[in-house]
Structure formats: C-alpha cells, structure tokens
C-alpha cells in the first residue's frame, strides 16, 4: 500500500505553483486552429484497423440555473425546448463518427457531463442511448464503466431507475459545500436531504459508484464550517471523493463576476480547509490517489494504483486510458492515438456545423515523438508517484539522462528539498511531495516556459 500523503506546510509554501492539471500532454492549451476534419478522420480510420476499445464523452451543456463558481462550458436556460434541436445534431455527429469506426470496437466506458446531463427529460435520455446503441457497441451485461454528472436538484427517484435502465452504473454528484451562507454566495442551494435521497436512490438501484465533488476555497467558507460538510459527506459513505481547489478567474469566467471577492476565505485559511479535509477522510479510511481524489481502497482506482496501472485521461482519473476517447457534442475533446482534437465551444457554431453535414472539430494537436515521450513520464509520475527510468528507455529507445540532462538540476533540488527520492534509476515522489505532484510534472512540460501561468490555477 502507498504511503500516506504528509503534510508539510514549508514545501507546499514554496511549490503551491499555478499550473496545468494534466490530463493530457500538451495540455489543451497548445491546441490550434489547423487540426481539421481530416486529421479526425484520419485517426479513426487508425482506430478502427488497430480495434482499439472506445471511451464516449457525451457533453450535454444545458443548466436551469447559473452556480457563480463554475468555469465548464454550459448554457443557462429555463427553456427545455432547447435540448432538442440540439440533441439532433448530436445523433448527427453519433452517425458521422460511428461510421469510421468498426462496430466490434466495444465502448468499455461512457460519461455523460455537462452542463446538467439531467437538464434533459426523460424521453430525451432514452432518445440518446437509443441512437448510441444504435451506432456504437455498447456493452449490455453491466460490465462496462457508464457514468452520469448528477445535480441532486434535477434528479429523483424516477431519474434514477431511468439511469440504471438505460445501463448507467456510476454517477457523480455536484455538491459542493453544505453551508446556506456559502450556497447563496455561489447561488447553489442544495439541501443535504436532496442529495441523501440521489445516494439512498443510486444504492437500492445498486449503481457500482457513487462520486461527490466538493469545492474549498468559496466565498463565506471557514475551516470550521467546511469541516462540518465533509463530516456529513463522509457519513453518505461515497466511493469517491473529488476535493477541488476553487480558481477565482473572473477575467476568464463571466459567472464568476458575481462573487463578492472580499468573501472568498485567505489563503492561509484554504490551506487550512485542506489540511484538515485530508485528516478527515484519511481517519475514514479513504486514499488520497492524487490531483484532488479520493478513493476507498476497494474501489478500482486505489486498486489499479496499487498495481501500476492507473491512468489519466480528459475525465481524470482512469482505468480505461487505453481506450480511444471519443468526444460528442460541444466543446468536446477527443484523444484518439496521437490526436487531440476540440469540437467548437460556441453552441451555434456547433449546431451549425453538423446542420452542413461537418463535423465541429475546430482545434487540436496531433503528438510528436517528444511529446508521446514526456506524455509518458508525466503520466507515470501523476498516477503512481513514481518513475523507473529503464521503463522509458525501452518504451523510447532513449537514455533517459541523455535527453533530460537539462532538468537534472531541478531535480536535484526537488530532491534536497524533500519534494522526491531521485537516484539513478527512478524519481520516487515522497508522501510531502504528493499533494504537490504536478509541481514535478511541470519540469518535463517542454511548453511551460511559454505559457501564461495566469491561464491556471495553483496546485494547492
């Protein structure tokens, strides 16, 4: 079993940088307007000869109500007739990939995000999985990993059994923070009792997970009373846990505008939140698995840590990284072999787009031999803490001091700092250094130094 994270407040003081969250190399931020149709198609086709399985992303932008905090790609409306015109370009973009790929690649995992997926009605949600079914080869034996993005206060005990009806087994619950005065402050009032009945109603179903996302660093929130909110999550005894740090970007998202920054707590008391959230769900028996998760040990994200084979993909953390991932609807992104690519972020362009029979694809990356290489090390050192230099070699046909000799330096000096064990053969990040991993990654990011770092959030 991994060793416990530890807490040390000097490191985190010295490494809590701003920087990518990396759950891809090159981060989306190095995407670009000359990756087309074309290179999509291209890799599809590489798909489909290699009979690669396949991971969905179904984005599904609609929300009855704004939340002041968010920074997702969605649109707020009261307006359910807007999902249909939508959800019609949808199974148009469902055809026109589908066609390219081979009927017996197996989708081992779906998710739909948002947005409020539930935002749609139920007829709506079968519509959906009908034409999914229709054109990919979903799995029917509950086998698969089937995942939906909940808001209790769109969902209820029909909603559930309509889920699990439709084959879905795994649903991540917004919650956030429990506090009213910190619900108000971010205009997302959401009673413990709405959630309890999502989770009472997921389990009788037997869903195989349940997630809970939660937020510190809001407007009106203490250590004290953000305690209190995890005290009550741990008592609904989730699978999994997502702990994010909140990024005020108001120049970047709009929403955020609306949050009294004079509210948001200092950064000593985020740390505090933090620190004491780790003991808390360290004394329930969860494993901190990295980048703001948390995991039961029976869960299979702590299993496949504990074996070496956990991976990293757009929807974090992962067993199904050597899926194909495909992306559907707006904004999403596809990782298809070496290709990134990013439909259109603008719902008109994208529905109109599909309406000329295209495809939205309007950016993306296509991998170099660097990029697959540090891609490597960086997914290595992200989900098992740890690096063996021989692994690379071999995969890369490299010495691995030979190409990265530059960065022996900062390594070092990670090394004297506590940060990492880094010896000859391996780079072994310590239980202080693992809160602060992606600080390590961020030496192997050929692209960082031309960033702006403001395009980020700190790692801690």
């Known amino acids: 079993m991994l060793d416990a994270i530890r807490w040390d407040s000097d490191l985190i003081r010295r490494y809590d940088l701003a920087g990518p969250r990396y759950t891809s ?22 798909s489909r000869k290699a009979q690669r399985p396949l991971s969905l992303y179904v984005h599904v932008p609609f929300c009855a109500n704004i939340c002041y905090y968010c920074a997702c790609n969605k649109v707020i409306t009261k307006d359910r007739g807007r999902a249909q015109p939508y959800l019609q370009r949808l199974e148009q973009e469902i055809q026109l990939i589908a066609c390219h790929l081979d009927p017996a690649q197996t989708v081992e995992q779906l998710h739909f995000g948002g947005g409020t997926p539930t935002f749609l009605s139920h007829d709506e949600l079968r519509q959906v999985m009908a034409h999914l079914r229709k054109h990919f ?54 009673s413990l009792e709405e959630t309890r009945a999502v989770i009472d109603a997921a389990r009788t179903l037997q869903f195989r997970s349940i997630n809970i996302d939660l937020i510190y660093g809001l407007p009106k929130q203490t250590p004290d009373n953000f305690a209190r909110t995890v005290e009550e999550v741990i008592s609904l005894q989730p699978d999994r846990l997502s702990v994010f740090n909140y990024a005020h ?39 901190y698995i990295g980048m703001d998760h948390f995991a039961l040990p029976d869960d ?34 596809s ?20 309406a ?22 960086i997914q290595q050192l992200i989900c098992n803490f740890k690096l063996e230099f021989a692994e690379i ?4 046909n ?37 809160l602060l991993v992606r600080s390590v990654c961020m030496v192997f990011d050929a692209y960082l130094e031309q960033q702006n770092r403001q395009r980020f959030s700190r790692v801690i």
């Open 335 to 354: 990782q298809i072999g070496d290709l990134y690519c990013q439909n259109s972020s603008d719902l008109n362009a994208y529905q109109n787009s599909l």
């Open 393 to 396: 070699e071999q995969q890369f």
């Open 25 to 46: 190399y090159p981060t989306a931020v190095q995407f670009h307007g000359q990756v087309g149709t074309f290179d999509l198609f291209h890799a599809l086709r590489d």
């Open 356 to 377: 000329s029979a295209q495809l939205a694809t309007s950016r993306g990356l296509l991998c170099n031999a660097d990029d697959r290489l540090r891609r490597a090390v």
């Open 300 to 333: 299979e994200l702590a299993i496949a840590q504990e074996e070496h084979t956990l991976q990293r993909n757009f929807q974090g953390y992962t067993t199904h990284g050597h899926c194909d991932l495909i992306g559907l609807g707006v904004s999403a992104i």
């Open 249 to 287: 970007l108001p120049e970047r998202f709009m929403p955020q505008r609306r949050i009294n920054s004079s509210d948001l707590p200092s950064p000593a008391h985020k740390l505090e939140m933090l620190q004491r959230t780790i003991e808390q769900l360290t004394a329930a028996g969860y494993r």
């Open 398 to 434: 490299i010495d691995f001091q030979g190409y990265f000799g530059a960065l022996w330096p900062q390594l070092q000096g990670m090394a004297e700092d506590g940060l990492i064990r880094f010896e000859r053969e391996r780079i072994e990040v310590l239980p202080a250094g693992r």
């Open 137 to 190: 080869n979903l799995l029917n034996d509950d086998s698969g990993d089937y995942g939906i993005e909940i808001d209790p206060r769109e969902a209820d005990w029909s909603t559930m059994g309509l889920l699990r009806e439709l084959g879905f087994n795994r649903v991540s619950i917004g919650l956030q923070d429990l506090d009213p005065a910190v619900q108000r402050a971010v205009n997302r009032l959401q």
